[in-house]
């Protein structure tokens, strides 16, 4: 059996190895620390699920969120935020852009497998 492809996208690399360290066994998992490397990865490699910082230099998490469901070709791939903004504007701004579910850090990782189950097939 196929695993699901995950795409973990943080510029913090203590948040992506432990997203790793937690899906690692379960899934396919594959990190990048910019906005900019999201829709390119996306397109090629076709992640099943996106876990997805709000805030990173460059391109921050909601414009790659706006990116990501602009493009006919990423718009269905489920993206979840990970983010340390904690505010429910914060939330309320990424579901509004298309996001599917939103985790606030500490990343708690019986809340990242919840996620995970509510929008993946099993």
């Known amino acids: 059996m196929n695993k699901a492809r995950i795409l973990v996208v943080d510029d913090d690399p203590f948040c992506s190895s432990l997203l790793l360290s937690i899906l690692g066994d ?5 990190t990048v620390n910019s906005g ?25 998490g909601y414009q790659v969120l ?20 904690t505010e429910e504007s914060d939330e ?20 990242v497998y919840a996620k995970l189950k509510e929008h993946l097939p099993q």
């Open 66 to 85: 706006k990116d990501l469901k602009d493009d006919p070709l990423t718009q269905m791939i489920p993206v979840i935020i990970v983010s340390a903004l």
């Open 36 to 60: 900019f490397d999201v829709i390119d990865i996306s397109g090629v490699q076709c992640p099943d699920f996106i876990f997805l910082d709000i805030m990173m230099p460059g391109k921050n």
């Open 92 to 111: 309320n701004l990424a579901l509004r852009l298309g996001a599917n579910g939103y985790i606030s850090k500490p990343i708690i990782p019986t809340e």
């Open 26 to 30: 379960d899934y396919q998992v594959t």
